[in-house]
């Protein structure tokens, strides 16, 4: 259990590091989503909206779907099983997701944040499924 346990956190700290660190890079790289990360910070602390363009929006899906992936895939590993562990991270990751989906929904059209935190779940679990496969 204690190892359950350890990998779910682990999970969670993995998904925050590679969310966050993906976010940087391609900020650094790529000018318009650099821009539009800090606009969507401004926007945030003023309660304003920001329009994201259909190019970062769709970025920002296939992150997340890579990142639950990695994190899933590091759950399983810490965790020595797949099932339980990844799917506590994914309902964990869901529940987080839909705050923070609500606290930034002037910053994207309503169908990413919707898929954004439907696909959590199952990409947490096939990313456990992949280390299964290992």
Known sequence: MGRI??????GFVVWSIVWVGGEQTIGRFWAEYGAHSLAAEKALVNGTAVESSIAIVLVNLVRSFITSLIAGYMTALVAGEFKKSTMV????LVLVGV?????????APAWYHILFVLFL???T???GK???SN
């Open 5 to 10: 346990i350890l990998g779910i956190i682990v």
């Open 89 to 92: 991270l994914g309902v964990i």
């Open 99 to 107: 705050a923070v989906e609500y606290v930034f929904w002037n910053m």
């Open 121 to 123: 779940l199952p990409m």
């Open 125 to 127: 679990i096939v990313g």
């Open 130 to 132: 992949l280390r299964r």
